[in-house]
């Protein structure tokens, strides 16, 4: 039996305010970039450092939570899945985004402790932190093959 593991966790900063909008159905999505820094010394004793972008995606109850409660500079903790999507420019070349498709968050303060205040009573529902109960990709499924509600690439907000 082979295993299979797509997750991914990061620690970081918005780069920009959370991006929000409503899919045909009514379903929230919500889209913002996280900074992380990797810091090594190199073979001759120089400190380095290294930024990445990272691109997130929330759905649902989560998406909301993150539009009302991150802004640019927040420090978070977020987790899910990575996912790459694909498709067609006007301009004919094909395009790539890898982002993660987060199904938890937890908001952190500049000393990396979890906030007090704001989210508590929502935190303390979810001990783990701030999730979705719903699998995004099965509902992705359902609104992309509803002819009434398809969902464009290009209308995509990120």
Same mark, same amino acid.
């Given at each position: 039996m082979s295993m299979s593991l797509n997750r991914a966790q990061i620690i970081g900063n918005l780069t920009r305010d959370p991006e929000t909008r409503q899919t045909p159905s009514g379903r929230s999505v919500a889209n913002f970039g996280?900074?992380?820094?990797?810091?090594?010394t190199d073979a001759s004793g120089q400190k380095q450092e290294k930024v990445e972008f990272h691109n997130v995606v929330v759905w649902g109850k989560l998406a909301e939570?993150?539009?009302?409660?991150?802004?640019?500079?927040s420090k978070v903790f977020v987790e899910g899945r990575l996912q790459t999507r694909e498709w067609e420019g006007q301009d004919g070349v094909k395009r790539y985004r890898t982002e993660i498709v987060a199904d938890n968050m937890i908001m952190l303060d500049r000393k990396g402790a979890p906030i007090a205040g704001g989210v508590e009573g929502i935190v303390d529902r979810e001990p783990a932190g701030i999730g979705i109960d719903e699998e995004p990709p099965a509902e992705e499924a359902k609104e992309k093959k509803s002819p009434k *509600?398809?969902?464009?690439? *290009?209308?995509?907000?990120f």
């Open positions: 996280i900074a992380t820094n990797h810091r090594w939570i993150c539009a009302q409660y991150l802004k640019k500079g *509600e398809e969902v464009a690439v *290009e209308d995509l907000p």
